[in-house]
């Protein structure tokens, strides 16, 4: 194959080779629910630092247990969006550039690999497991997964890339 076939090929996967960002959100994000799953039963924590500890938690529902005592109609509910979205963001990174958008490519491979990893837990736990607990005092932060941090960071990236891209337009105008 030449190097004109070889860009042609790597330009029609446009940022789909970021998945790789994905896949290694996933292993990591089910080996260490799986970890906890097999050391902790539910509730147990251990305190790890004077605001951080390790506990497992089951959520049912949505970020900081959205729609948690729905009844059970919201795990099919939730596990329909996440399939959409990382179909649509899949679309999204086929259709970037190979090239000169990583950090949005990033980005988006982030937040698949975090709504996959917490499909695959709707799909067979019935539930999302959280173990990571950040607290001050007697105030707790909801209790998250390497899922939830990568799909944050992966949509304060976005967002940041978007900011960013619209100020870099601002000056060419």
């Given at each position: 194959?030449?190097?004109?076939?070889?860009?042609?090929?790597?330009?029609?996967?446009?940022?789909?080779?970021?998945?790789?960002l994905?896949?290694?959100?996933?292993?990591?994000?089910?080996?260490?629910?799986?970890?906890?799953?097999?050391?902790?039963?539910?509730?147990?924590?251990?305190q790890?630092?004077?605001?951080?500890?390790?506990?497992?938690?089951?959520?049912?529902?949505?970020?900081f247990?959205?729609?948690a005592?729905?009844?059970?109609?919201?795990?099919?509910?939730?596990?329909?969006?996440?399939?959409?979205?990382?179909?649509l963001?899949?679309v999204?990174?086929?259709?970037?550039?190979?090239?000169g958008?990583?950090?949005?490519?990033?980005?988006?491979?982030?937040?698949?690999?975090?709504?996959?990893?917490?499909?695959?837990?709707?799909?067979?736990?019935?539930?999302?497991?959280d173990f990571?607990?950040?607290?001050?005092?007697?105030?707790?932060?909801?209790?998250?997964?390497?899922?939830?941090?990568?799909?944050?960071v992966g949509?304060?990236?976005?967002?940041?890339?978007?900011?960013?891209?619209?100020?870099?337009?601002?000056?060419?105008?």
């Open positions: 194959m030449n190097e004109a076939a070889r860009q042609s090929e790597h330009d029609r996967r446009g940022a789909l080779p970021w998945l790789w994905s896949l290694a959100i996933v292993l990591a994000d089910q080996v260490t629910k799986g970890l906890i799953v097999a050391s902790f039963e539910l509730y147990d924590r251990v790890l630092l004077p605001v951080f500890g390790i506990t497992r938690l089951h959520n049912t529902g949505a970020a247990s959205f729609l005592s729905a009844g059970g109609w919201q795990r099919w509910f939730f596990i329909t969006i996440a399939v959409a979205v990382t179909a963001v899949c999204w990174l086929r259709r970037l550039p190979s090239k958008q990583g950090w949005l490519a990033a980005s988006l491979a982030l937040i698949v690999g975090g709504a996959i990893g917490n499909v695959i837990d709707r799909v067979f736990r019935g539930h999302v497991v990571l607990s950040f607290h001050w005092d007697r105030w707790f932060f909801p209790a998250f997964n390497v899922a939830d941090a990568a799909i944050t949509a304060v990236i976005l967002l940041m890339d978007s900011f960013f891209e619209g100020r870099r337009k601002q000056k060419i105008i």
